[in-house]
């Protein structure tokens, strides 16, 4: 009897569940899912900005097309791959930078200091501060006349001239390189300050007693233990780094040498009010960011299992 | 002290002072730029050498700048509310019951707030053009739940799974409904991890820059990043970059006022939504 009426109860459980989750899963198909369903159907068509609501389908045409002795299309586009390349070297200067300087700010603030509470403080105000305003703060203090980077470098003598920092195509991929991991090595500092904060002291206090160096005990202890944590930082940013658009636009803007997959998509889309052609650029970055997500959940789950042995 | 002791201490000092300057420096320079105009901008002196109003004046007088930040502080509000309430009952269903497909469910929510703004922008242009809310707020508000919504659902059912087990089913046990047991007991317990996400997608909402850049058409109906970011003065070729530092500092001074205030609810929020998923 006891038994029927806990299943009956489960069962009423399980059933006002789902009614709490329908708002939420309703939102969510109609500002993701149906959008998505959307821009992947327009990669196919020839559909245009001024006119959204006609356009006729067109195969895959968008992505690559021969005609008249020539091909066409988004595979073709040195453009696109030139967007593509820009995108991934973004991704791994900067995460690499940033995952090295999130773990010297981690160790820094995991030490016992006078005014730690202070330098954690101000390390959140990068990440506090709008991407815009970074851009543009940035944008200011890198300007080739009057920016106060040039200033201290030419009166140290390290430049013999003012640099064109975000104009130059030289440096200008650098500028964007530098004040993402401005903004984003709290972030990254912060997630791995919070995995050293739940180590164990045990094999610390061992280390210590036996004279191990304390950099061999970073490599060879502290290291191996965040490892999880860490993973996840750097996976998150890496995705994050993947669909970069505000930066790149506001600093350098739809300039070739540092655009990325969302900028180029975007002025696809916008600028040029190629609708369908620039929908089949967001779809092949879609693509790219969902088998990378595929790939790290299934992997993800291997090496959590690795971890319970 | 022993020489090695020393030099060991002062680098680790110089250290703390080198990551603190990195930190603060470009912020207090643009509110040393902010406070000075004409020809004084030009100035590389690193100290405030005056206090002069000007770029702060120009900037609500030469543009909408007062009614930007409305739109923003609309746009964000709303959106936080709505994310708040969907994501409080979503995250009671998959926090705290078993049923098939949560897992299913959970890793969708999560890949959802992953993936690329751009990939919805033609999907979402014609939704908010065929909905008629084109160059306005309400299209905003609908455009940005994407940001919000599914980092808020997540956040939440980590916070939800926490609370001890024995805490609704004596309510059930009485006779409770799950829609009481709900604002009765987990509304009030879950304050704290309310602020938290709610601060989060505020700042999120509040940050927003492509749907608000491609979404709007009118200086009037911008958010403040759109504004910043498209800023422009007298001539086309010199960008007034006292005005421009002028309303960072404005937009960025409550941003960074509310994360210090709150900060160790946002790291709890920060690391609950990146190290436990």
């Given at each position: 009897m006891q038994a029927a009426n806990a299943t009956e109860l489960t069962r009423a459980r399980v059933r006002s569940a789902w009614m709490f989750l329908l708002p939420m899963i309703v939102v969510l198909a109609l500002v993701a899912g149906w959008p998505l369903v959307r821009t992947i159907y327009f990669a196919f068509t020839d559909a245009n900005l001024s006119d959204i609501g006609s356009y006729s389908f067109i195969g895959f045409a968008n992505f690559l097309e021969y005609y008249e002795g020539e091909w066409f299309g988004l595979l073709v586009d040195t453009d696109w791959w030139r967007a593509v390349w820009n995108t991934l070297w973004f991704t791994v200067i900067s995460v690499s930078i940033e995952t090295v300087l999130g773990l010297v700010v981690a160790l820094t603030l995991n030490a016992h200091f006078p005014g730690r509470g202070v330098l954690r403080a101000a390390i959140l105000i990068p990440w506090a501060i709008p991407t815009i305003v970074s851009a543009k703060m940035w944008g200011w203090m890198l300007h080739?006349?009057?920016g106060i980077l040039n200033d201290i470098l030419l009166s140290l003598g390290l430049i013999a001239k003012p640099v064109a920092w975000t104009a130059s195509p030289d440096t200008a991929m650098w500028a964007v390189i530098m004040v993402d991991v401005w903004k984003t090595t709290p972030f990254m500092a912060l997630l791995i300050l919070a995995a050293l904060q739940i180590l164990p002291s045990d094999c610390y206090e061992a280390a210590k007693v036996d004279g191990i160096h304390p950099v061999r005990v970073f490599f060879r202890v502290t290291l191996p233990l965040i490892r999880p944590a860490l993973m996840v930082a750097i996976i998150f940013r890496a995705l994050d780094a993947l669909r970069i658009f505000d930066l790149i636009y506001v600093l350098t803007s739809n300039s070739r040498d540092t655009m990325s997959m969302s900028v180029y998509a975007r002025q696809q889309l916008?600028?040029?009010?190629?609708v369908g052609y620039g929908s089949a650029a967001a779809t092949a970055l879609f693509l790219i960011i969902a088998v990378l997500i595929a790939l790290t959940l299934t992997f993800g789950k291997v090496r959590l299992g690795e971890d319970v042995r | 002290m022993n020489p090695r002791r020393f030099v060991a201490r002062l680098a680790f000092w110089l250290l703390i002072v080198a990551i603190a300057v990195f930190s603060i420096f470009p912020f207090y320079y643009a509110i040393l730029s902010s406070f000075r105009s004409g020809s004084a901008l030009f100035s590389p002196a690193l100290l405030p050498d005056r206090v002069d109003f000007a770029n702060y004046v120009s900037v609500f007088v030469e543009q909408p700048f007062g009614r930007n930040i409305l739109n923003s502080i609309g746009v964000a509000v709303t959106v936080v509310g709505f994310s708040l309430f969907l994501g409080l009952t979503a995250a009671y269903a998959l926090g705290r019951v078993r049923f098939k497909g949560r897992g299913v469910l959970l890793f969708t929510i999560l890949g959802v707030s992953m993936f690329p703004q751009v990939a919805v922008l033609s999907g979402m242009f014609e939704l908010i053009r065929a909905l008629g809310i084109y160059n306005s707020m309400p299209g905003l508000i609908l455009a940005n739940l994407i940001l919000t919504l599914p980092f808020t659902v997540w956040v939440l059912t980590t916070f939800m799974r926490e609370l001890p087990k024995e805490l609704e089913e004596a309510a059930y046990v009485d006779g409770a409904s799950p829609w009481t047991v709900v604002t009765r007991i987990f509304l009030p317990l879950m304050w704290p991890a309310m602020v938290t996400t709610g601060l989060l997608a505020f700042i999120a909402a509040w940050n927003e820059f492509l749907f608000a850049l491609t979404f709007t058409l009118s200086a009037e109906q911008r958010t403040v990043p759109v504004a910043i970011a498209l800023l422009s003065g007298a001539s086309q070729f010199e960008l007034p970059w006292g005005n421009i530092m002028a309303a960072s500092v404005i937009v960025t001074v409550p941003v960074v006022v509310l994360v210090l205030v709150f900060q160790r609810r946002i790291v709890a929020g920060l690391t609950a939504g990146a190290v436990k998923g």
């Open positions: 080739d006349q009057f916008v600028d040029f009010q190629e | -």
